[in-house]
């Protein structure tokens, strides 16, 4: 068992929950989240009309998953990412579960 961890903004949860069901995961958390970006170190010039700090309506889902479903959905999210002609993509992480019950 792996633990499966998602973020991305808010726009991309139906996708999200698409490519999950193609990846045979069926059961899985999500909730709303606010993703932040501190921009104060970028340049005036590359950041003009934005302010220091930048929040996103984001979302994170978590699921228990069998190891051989995640290198299915690992490959469903990089294929969405390479067509994404925004910033935003998705993010992906996997954790090994030493116990669990």
Do not use: C, P
């Not at 996708?15 to 999950?20: A, E, F, T, Y």
């Not at 989240?33 to 501190?38: A, Q």
């Not at 390479?82 to 996997?94: M, P, R």
């Amino acid at each position: 068992m792996k633990l499966l961890v998602i973020t991305a903004i808010q726009e991309f949860s139906k996708d999200i929950k698409h490519m999950l069901k193609k990846s045979d995961i069926h059961i899985y958390s999500y909730n709303d989240i606010s993703g932040f970006r501190d921009l104060s170190e970028e340049s005036v010039g590359s950041n003009w009309f934005a302010g220091e700090m930048d929040e996103s309506q984001s979302i994170i889902f978590i699921a228990f998953v069998k190891k051989e479903n995640i290198d299915i959905f690992f490959s469903k999210a990089e294929e969405f990412n390479a067509k994404q002609e925004t910033l935003s993509k998705i993010h992906v992480a996997v954790l090994n579960i030493e116990k669990s019950i």
